[in-house]
């Protein structure tokens, strides 16, 4: 298997609550090109599938974490919501599925983890042991 070559780049993570505070926006606005006045649909959608009641959920924590260069980063999170804070919630798009393949141990260890649940900050031990540094105070991601 082939997996992006991370060469440059640097494995770190951010604890987001300790830049932001509490209760950060978790979900995507929706895109609206004004030249075309299209959208992608998600407040619209979120709307006919919920109703007008739909409030967006509030993250309670979250880590972004992966691998960062001056150029580029390639990036997940991990979040937990309200309604269950001992469940993380991790959050990939195709273009970072590379940071979880190029990670099996990080893996392995959440799913040994699943039986009991964790916080955010035995997720950030967590991705300590697997090599990840934390950059949750740094100014800038990258140095």
Same mark, same amino acid.
């Given at each position: 298997m082939i997996v992006r070559d991370f060469t440059g780049y +640097? &494995? &770190?993570?951010?604890? !987001?609550? +300790? +830049?932001?505070g509490e209760d950060f926006d978790v979900l995507p606005e929706d895109e609206f090109d004004e030249e075309t006045e #299209? /959208?992608? /649909?998600? =407040? &619209?959608?979120? @709307? @006919? =599938?919920?109703? @007008?009641t739909y409030q967006e959920? !509030?993250?309670l924590d979250g880590v972004l974490f992966g691998y960062y260069? +001056? #150029? %580029?980063?390639? @990036?997940?999170s991990m979040k937990w919501y309200k309604s269950a804070p001992s469940i993380g919630v991790l959050e990939a798009d195709s273009g970072s599925w590379s940071?979880?393949?190029?990670?099996?141990e990080l893996i392995r260890r959440l799913a040994d983890a699943d039986?009991? /649940?964790m916080r955010? =900050? %035995?997720?950030?031990?967590?991705l300590e042991t697997?090599?990840?540094? %934390?950059?949750s105070d740094d100014d800038e991601l990258i140095d």
């Open positions: +640097r &494995k &770190k993570f951010v604890q !987001l609550t +300790r +830049r932001f #299209e /959208g992608n /649909g998600a =407040d &619209k959608e979120a @709307e @006919e =599938d919920i109703g @007008e959920p !509030l993250a260069s +001056r #150029e %580029d980063a390639v @990036e997940v940071v979880l393949a190029a990670n099996p039986e009991t /649940g955010s =900050d %035995d997720f950030c031990a967590m697997c090599g990840f540094v %934390d950059a």
